[in-house]
């Protein structure tokens, strides 16, 4: 069966431009995560969905920052007006349902703000 | 004090060394924790549940401490493709609370 997917793999794009990255979870995954990662460091909560439950959005940096998921299905998370600090690898994860369940992660999409 | 810590290492180990890493989390409502590992420039994978028995898989055992709140993973006879960096996570339970705690990773390098 096919894994967590996220597109594009990589993405260029300029200071003050929006960026829009896709994230396809597995099928029948409730629980869907977004982290980020910057060069050399840890994972950071970026957001959190559970179902039809409100997200948790409690990791978004800033108000240039939002996702959406729709039902239990794909997920996309926006960037408005990127920055050079926005360039990272945005990782998506999913699993099951929230609680001791394996997390699947996606390759991630590695975003370059030039 | 951060909800989950790790000591970022690097470890550098022979091979066939025997090596261990702990993780302590502070939030005692936390309910399940795992082991992953990421490799360089590519996405984390589970490695291993931790259970409150422990849990033994090949070269791979977990520890858990409830009562003191830490976690630990040892890997015996070190091979060259342990090579990789190992995140602690942890389970929160609660509402409101985000579920899913990753610690920042711990290096390990082993050398041939």
């Known amino acids: 069966g096919a894994g967590v997917s996220q597109s594009p793999s990589n993405k260029v794009t300029e200071k003050g431009k929006d960026v829009e990255l896709r994230c396809d979870p597995i099928s029948g995954h409730t629980a869907l995560y977004w982290y980020r990662q910057r060069l050399g460091q840890g994972l950071e909560f970026l957001i959190y969905f559970q179902g039809n439950s409100a997200p948790d959005k409690s990791g978004l940096p800033s108000d240039r920052f939002s996702a959406e998921r729709t039902g239990e299905s794909v997920s996309t998370l926006t960037i408005q007006r990127t920055q050079q600090e926005d360039s990272a690898v945005y990782l998506c994860?999913?699993?099951?349902?929230?609680?001791?369940?394996?997390?699947?992660f996606g390759p991630g999409t590695r975003l370059t703000v030039l | 004090r951060k909800e989950v810590e790790q000591d970022p290492g690097p470890f550098n180990v022979p091979e066939g060394a025997t090596v261990a890493f702990n993780c302590t989390y502070s939030n005692s409502a936390s309910q399940s924790f795992f082991w992953y590992r990421q490799d360089c420039r590519k996405e984390p994978k589970l490695l291993m549940s931790v259970y409150s028995s422990g849990n033994e898989d090949g070269r791979f055992t977990a520890q858990l401490n409830r009562a003191s709140q830490y976690i630990s993973l040892l890997i015996r006879d070190s091979k060259l493709s342990d090579s990789a960096t190992y995140l602690c996570?942890?389970?929160?339970?609660?509402?409101?609370?985000?579920?899913?705690?990753f610690g920042k990773g711990t290096r390990l390098s082993v050398i041939a």
């Open positions: 994860a999913s699993s099951s349902s929230s609680w001791g369940r394996e997390k699947f």
């Open positions: 996570v942890v389970n929160i339970a609660g509402s409101g609370n985000t579920p899913l705690v």
